[in-house]
């Protein structure tokens, strides 16, 4: 199974505008919205015991800083959909944010 962390603030809304929880929910992704005060990586560890096989995440660079950590350590597969006002992730592996 797949969860999809999404940070509903990151680039101003980029993911929600995109209607990214609607079209993931579409393909059988579980949606996980963070709500201030969560903690992502947090987030990221319950989806894996219980029993997410693919991590993927919306947002900035620290929310997929934080659930790339924990798809390293558990050596799962991770979906990146860069969100971030800056982009930086994006950037730096060859992908134009516009």
């Given amino acids: 199974s797949a969860v999809l962390i999404i940070n509903p603030k990151s680039g101003d809304g980029r993911a929600i505008k995109a209607k990214i929880p609607q079209k993931a929910s579409k393909l059988g992704i579980t949606t996980i919205i963070t709500k201030k005060g969560d903690s992502i990586e947090g987030l990221a560890r319950k989806a894996v015991s219980d029993g997410a096989k693919i991590l993927g995440v919306s947002g900035g660079?620290?929310?997929?800083?934080?659930?790339?950590?924990?798809?390293?350590?558990?050596?799962?597969?991770?979906?990146?959909?860069?969100?971030?006002?800056?982009?930086?992730?994006?950037?730096?592996?060859?992908?134009?944010?516009?």
Avoid: M, W, Y
């Avoid at 390293?72 to 990146?80: A, D, T």
């Fill in 61 to 98: 660079d620290g929310s997929l800083g934080a659930v790339a950590k924990v798809a390293i350590e558990e050596n799962l597969p991770l979906v990146v959909l860069p969100g971030g006002t800056r982009c930086h992730f994006a950037r730096d592996v060859g992908f134009d944010p516009k």
